[in-house]
C-alpha cells in the first residue's frame, strides 16, 4: 500500500509495477509528449506537452531510483522533498533522460531499440590539479613534499543544507531541476531552449535570506586548508601523476573530488636527463687529453665521482664516454641508468710557447700526414671571423647535435683536473 499515487499516474503505470514496466511506461509517454512530436501535432499544445513531457520525466527519475521509490511510496511527496533536499538529491534534465532510450544522432524514433538505459556511476565533484615542479636532485634521492591547497568542505553547521532545517524549500518554478524548457515561436518555428531558473537561480532550491547558515551563507560549503604529503619517487618521469582520492571538493549529495599533482622536472644547470640516464658536457684542456688525468663530477647526490683519463688514450674533442650505473634510478626497481660524458677539449691559446719548443712537440706527436702538392695551387690566408660569422657558421651545425648522443642545449662543464 502506497501513501500516494500521483507519479505512478503521471508514468501511467501501477503501483507495484516493476523495473521493465516502468521503462515500457515512460517510453510510451515520451513518444507521445516530446515536445520535438508536439511541435508536428497541431493539436497539440506545444507549451503543454512540454510541461506534461518534464513532469513525465520527473517521476519516472523518482520511481526508477529505488531508494526514492521507497521514500515515496512511505512519506509520499513531502517525504521526497525532504530527502532530495536534506541529500542534494533534484531532478534530473528531461533531454538527458532521454538519450537512455533514444540516441539523439538518429532522430526520436530510429533508435528505439538500440540498448535500452546506459549505466551512470554516482557523480563526483571535479578533479583538482596541480603542476608539482620537482628538481632533478629530489628525483634522483625521492622526496616527500608537504603541499598545501584550499578546497571546499560541507558546511558543519548546516550539514550542508545551506540553511536552517526546513528552510530549504524545492523551487516551484522548476521543480527542484534548476532549469526550464522555454518555448519560442518564431513565425511558423518553434525553437525549445534549456534554461537557468529565473526563480533560483539555478540552484533548485529556495532559501530565504533570514533562514541562510551563518557559517556558509546558504552555499553549503566553506573553504578549508589541507596540506597532503606527496612522495616523490626515485627515479619518477617527467608528467607522472600522483592522485589522492577524495581529497578534491565536497558537494552535497555527490562523492567527494579526486586531487591530482603531475610531476613536472625542473631543468638542471650541469646535467641532462633521457630515461633513466644521465648527460655531461666536460672541458679538459689539451694536456689532460693527450697525456691523462683525474676528472671530478659533482654528482646529484653531492659525491663528487673520481674518473681516471689513461694517458696515451687520446681524448678527442666530441668523443663520448661512458659511467655505467651513475643515472637516474629506475622508477620500479631502482636500477640505475648510465652516465654519458662527453669531452670538449680546450686547446692553448696561440703563440702559447716559443717556436723552438712548440717544434719538439713534433718528435712526441705522431707523424704528421703526408701532404702531396697538387699542381695549379692558388695561395690563400686563413681569416679571423667575427660574432656574427661564427653565430651563422654555428646555427648551420646545430641541427647534428641530436646525431652526436647529447641533447641539444646541454651546458658543457669545466671538469676539475689534477
Known sequence: MVKETRLYDILGAEPNANDAELKTAYKKGALKLHPDKATTNPKQDPAEAAKQ????????????????????????????????????????????????????????????????????????????HHVHKVSLEDIYKGKVSKLALQKSVICTECDGRGGKVGAVKTCTGCNGVGTKLMMYQTGPMIQRVQAKCPDCDGEGEIIRPKDKCRKCVGKKTVIERKVLHVHVDKGVKNGHKIDFKGE???????????????????????????????????DIDLVTALAGGTIFIEHLDQRSLKVEIIPGEAISPGELKMVRGEGMPSLRHHDHGNLYVQFEVKFPPRHFNSDEQIAKLRDILPPALEVIEPENVDEKDLEDVDQSQQRRAQGATMEDDEEDGVPQGAERMQCATQ
Open 53 to 128: 513531457f518534464q513532469e513525465l520525466s520527473e517521476a519516472y527519475q523518482t520511481l526508477s531510483d529505488p531508494r526514492l521509490r521507497q521514500i515515496y511510496d512511505q512519506q509520499g511527496q513531502d517525504g521526497l522533498t525532504r530527502a532530495k533536499t536534506g541529500g542534494g538529491g533534484g531532478g534530473a534534465d528531461p533531454e538527458d533522460l532521454m538519450s537512455n532510450f533514444f540516441n539523439g544522432g538518429g532522430g526520436l524514433f530510429s533508435s528505439m531499440f538500440r540498448g535500452g538505459m546506459r549505466e551512470e556511476g554516482p557523480k563526483k565533484a571535479r578533479t583538482i
Open 248 to 282: 578534491g571538493d565536497q558537494l552535497p549529495g555527490v562523492m567527494p573530488g579526486d586531487v591530482q599533482f603531475e610531476i613536472e622536472q625542473k631543468e638542471h644547470p650541469r646535467f641532462q636527463r633521457r630515461d633513466d640516464d644521465l648527460f655531461y658536457h666536460c
